[in-house]
Every structure is written in C-alpha cells, then in structure tokens.
C-alpha cells in the first residue's frame, strides 16, 4: 500500500500565542461541531484588533476513542490577548515535533495519523502524552490545516506531534 504522508522528520518549533475554543466531542461529532468554532474565534480576535499568525489547527488534547475527545479549534496570533467568551488565550508548547504531511479529504486524516503513529512506534519516538482515565492526554498533537481550496481531495494539512 502507498504511503498517505510525505517522509515524517523531527523539527523544533518554537512556542507561539493562539487563541482557541476548547471542545469536547465524540469521533462522530468531530466533522460537524468543530469546524464552525472556527468563525467564533475569528470573530473573537477581529474584535480585539488580533491578526491571524497563521493557519487554522485543530489540536488533540484528550483522545479516548470510545468516549470523548477534548480539541481546541484555533489560530495563531503574534500576542496574548485577553480571554473573552469560550474563546481562550493559549500556547502551543515549544519542543521538538514529529511531522508529516497529509494531500487529500480529511476524512482520511485517521489514516494518516495511524501511519504517522505507526512511523513514529517503529522509530522508537517517545511521544509527550500521558494516560488519563480510559484515553491518552497529549502536549501538543495538532493538525495544521495549510491549504483548504474548494475541492476538499486537495486540502494539504500538517501532523505535528510533540515528542519527549
């Protein structure tokens, strides 16, 4: 079977601002209750007088399968920013990540990020997350959302996931 993911590498990245709404979702509702989360922050920054730093990303908090998943739903911005609503001032973790690339409809990101995971298994990748409760608590597991043109088979979107 062809690879889904361009070669995976080890980066550093340095922290940056964000800001986010926090969500708890199961695996079904991902698809339809993240993705406007988007336009609140976006209204929340535009308010502030906040540019945009970036890309959109989804970032994997809490991941229990069977249950629910925590995600925040974000943009990056150049400065902190005062709370406001649900949409919250944060950072993302500085530290070295793991990433890839994923070209096609994001139905197929779990796919990718099994063979992102699998990868990094085989490679001996120590990733920085922890048990909690019947799920998996990670630092920093995000998917950065790089090119979204209209033909959703098109869309380019970076895993990233911090390790140890």
């Known amino acids: ?22 969500s708890e979702v199961t695996m079904a ?15 929340a920054l535009t308010q ?7 890309p959109w990303f989804w970032r ?20 902190v920013f005062v709370t406001e609503g649900r949409v919250l001032s944060d950072t993302l973790p500085a530290g070295n990540y793991l ?3 994923f070209r096609g409809h994001p139905s197929g990101l779990e796919e990718a990020t099994a063979e992102l995971l699998a990868w ?3 490679h001996r990748v ?11 608590a990670w630092a920093a ?9 209209a033909d959703m088979s098109q869309w380019v979107t970076e895993l990233a996931f911090l390790v140890e």
């Not at 509702?29 to 209204?43: K, S």
């Not at 502030?48 to 970036?54: F, N, S, V, Y």
């Not at 991941?63 to 943009?75: F, K, P, R, Y």
């Open 126 to 136: 120590t990733w920085a997350k922890k048990s909690q409760g019947c799920g998996e």
């Open 141 to 149: 597991r995000i998917e950065w959302y790089l090119e979204e043109p």
């Open 99 to 101: 990433t890839t690339r």
């Open 120 to 122: 990094g298994d085989a």
């Open 1 to 22: 079977m062809a690879s889904l993911i361009t070669p995976p590498r080890i980066e550093h990245r340095a922290a940056r601002h964000c800001a986010v709404i926090r």
């Open 60 to 79: 994997y908090r809490v991941i229990d399968m069977d249950a629910l998943l925590t995600v925040d739903v974000g943009l990056p911005v150049d400065e």
């Open 29 to 43: 509702q991902l698809a339809t209750d993240l993705p406007p989360l988007g336009d609140e922050v976006l209204r």
């Open 48 to 54: 502030q007088g906040i540019k945009r730093a970036g």
